[in-house]
C-alpha cells in the first residue's frame, strides 16, 4: 500500500471531512444497490432514508445536487425481469419505465420536508460539447436559484454503447465540475475502501486518502449487487476525477449518508489534489476513447509533459489508426507508453508526410494551414 493510502489507516476528522461537512454545494451520488431490493425493485424505506438525510442537509442551507442511480432496477419487477439485462434495447426499455418510477418516489419523499425535485437527464455531450455543456450549467444553476433539489442521471434511454458515461459515479465526478460543487460524496453498499476484501481477517479501513493518483496496493475486486453496473474500480477513478478538478470527495456506505455529510468519521475521504479546469480537458483524460496515436521522440515527450508544450510535427516519429481532425489520440513513447491525449488538429492521412518537420517549412511548402500545431497545450492532458 502506498504512504499515501497507508497515512490514513484508522484515522479519521481529517481536513477533507470538514470540507465535505462546510461545502455550500455538494453532489450525492447514490447506487443502484442502496435503493432497492435484492429483487431488483425499489425499497421505499431505503429511499425515505436517503431522502431524510439529503432534506437535512437542504433544510440546514445548503445546496444538494443528487446523482441517482436505479432506473433500470426500478423497471426490472414491472416488466418481469429477473435480473440486469444485458443487451442495451433491454436496458433501455427497464430505464423508461423504471425512471419515472424512481422520481415518483423521490418526488413524494422530499415534498414532505417541503423540498422540491427536478428530473435532469444527460448524457456524455451535455457535459462535454461546450455549448450543450453551458446549457446544462444553466439548468442546473437555475434549479438551485430556485430551490429545487436536482435528481441527476443518465439518459439511459436514448444513450448507446458509444456514448455513454458508463457508470453513475463517473456521471457524478463530472456533474461536481459540471455545477462548481464544492464537495463530492459517493455512496454504495460499501462503507470505506480497506487494506484488503472487507470480509478478511485483519482488513482495515483506509479513512483518508492524500492522493487518489497514487493509491496502490488495496483491494478493489468487491463488485456491487447483480442490479449494479459499477465497483470499487468505478468510485476510484470517479474520486481521481473529481479530486484532480479540485473537489474534495468521500466514499461511504448509503446508510451513513448523514453523518458522511455532517463530517463524522467514515468512510473513506479523498483530499482535493487539483485545480478546475475545462470540462473538456476532464472528458479528455477520463470519457474520451482515443481514435488513434501520435509516437512522440523523448525531446516531444518531455516537451508535452514537463514544459506543458503543444505538440509540433518535428517531434513525432509515428501515426497509428485513423481519425479526422478534431478527434482524441494518445500520445505514446516510443515504447509504446501512453503520455498524454489531446485533440488532434489534422486528419490521420494527412500526418506521415509532415513527420519530422518544422511548421515553418510545411507552411512554405503546403500552404499557411499546415503552419499550426498537431495537439494544442490547450487541447491536452499529461495521464500519469
Do not use: C
Request: glycine share 12%; hydrophobic share 45%; aromatic share 2%.
Amino acid at each position: 500500500m502506498s504512504e499515501a493510502a497507508s497515512a490514513g489507516v484508522g484515522s479519521g476528522g481529517s481536513p477533507t471531512r470538514a470540507q465535505v461537512a462546510t461545502a455550500r454545494r455538494v453532489v450525492v451520488k447514490v447506487g443502484s444497490s442502496s435503493l432497492t431490493t435484492p429483487q431488483g425493485g425499489l425499497d421505499p424505506q431505503r429511499v425515505a432514508a436517503l431522502v431524510d438525510a439529503l432534506a437535512a442537509v437542504r433544510l440546514a442551507g445548503r445546496e444538494v445536487v443528487l446523482v441517482s442511480s436505479g432506473a433500470i432496477a426500478a423497471g426490472l419487477a414491472p416488466l418481469g425481469l429477473r435480473g440486469r439485462p444485458r443487451d442495451l434495447a433491454t436496458q433501455q426499455a427497464a430505464a423508461s419505465v423504471g425512471q419515472g418510477l424512481l422520481v415518483e418516489q423521490y418526488m413524494q419523499r422530499f415534498a414532505r420536508h417541503g423540498i422540491t425535485v427536478g428530473q435532469v437527464l444527460l448524457t456524455v455531450e451535455d457535459v462535454t460539447v461546450q455549448s450543450k455543456y453551458r446549457n446544462a450549467y444553466r439548468t442546473a444553476a437555475k434549479l438551485l436559484e430556485l430551490g429545487v433539489l436536482p435528481i441527476v442521471n443518465e439518459n439511459d434511454t436514448v444513450a448507446t454503447k458509444e456514448i455513454r458515461f458508463g457508470d453513475n459515479d463517473r456521471l457524478a465526478a463530472l456533474v461536481a465540475h459540471l455545477v462548481h460543487a464544492d464537495a463530492l460524496v459517493l455512496l454504495s453498499d460499501v462503507p470505506a475502501l480497506f487494506t484488503a476484501h472487507p470480509d478478511t481477517p485483519g482488513a482495515r479501513r483506509i479513512a483518508d486518502v492524500a492522493d487518489a493518483d497514487e493509491l496502490l496496493g488495496v483491494d478493489i475486486s468487491r463488485r456491487g449487487s447483480a442490479v449494479g453496473t459499477g465497483g470499487m474500480v468505478t468510485k476510484l477513478e470517479a474520486a481521481r476525477i473529481a479530486t484532480s478538478a479540485g473537489i474534495p470527495t468521500l466514499l461511504t456506505d448509503a446508510g451513513s449518508a448523514a453523518q458522511a455529510l455532517a463530517g463524522g468519521d467514515v468512510g473513506t475521504a479523498f483530499a482535493a489534489t487539483g485545480k478546475r479546469r475545462p470540462t473538456r480537458l476532464l472528458w479528455l483524460a477520463h470519457v474520451s476513447d482515443a481514435q488513434g496515436s501520435l509516437v512522440l521522440d523523448a525531446g516531444a515527450v518531455r516537451a508535452v509533459t514537463e514544459r506543458k508544450a503543444s505538440l509540433l510535427p518535428a517531434g513525432i516519429t509515428g501515426v497509428r489508426g485513423s481519425f479526422s481532425a478534431g478527434e482524441p489520440v494518445d500520445l505514446v513513447d516510443v515504447d509504446g507508453r501512453v503520455v498524454a491525449r489531446g485533440l488532434v488538429s489534422y486528419d490521420a492521412a494527412d500526418l506521415p508526410g509532415m513527420i519530422g518537420q518544422r511548421t515553418g517549412t510545411l507552411g512554405s511548402e503546403l500552404g499557411a494551414e499546415y503552419a499550426r500545431v498537431v495537439v494544442h497545450r490547450d487541447a491536452l492532458v499529461v495521464l500519469r
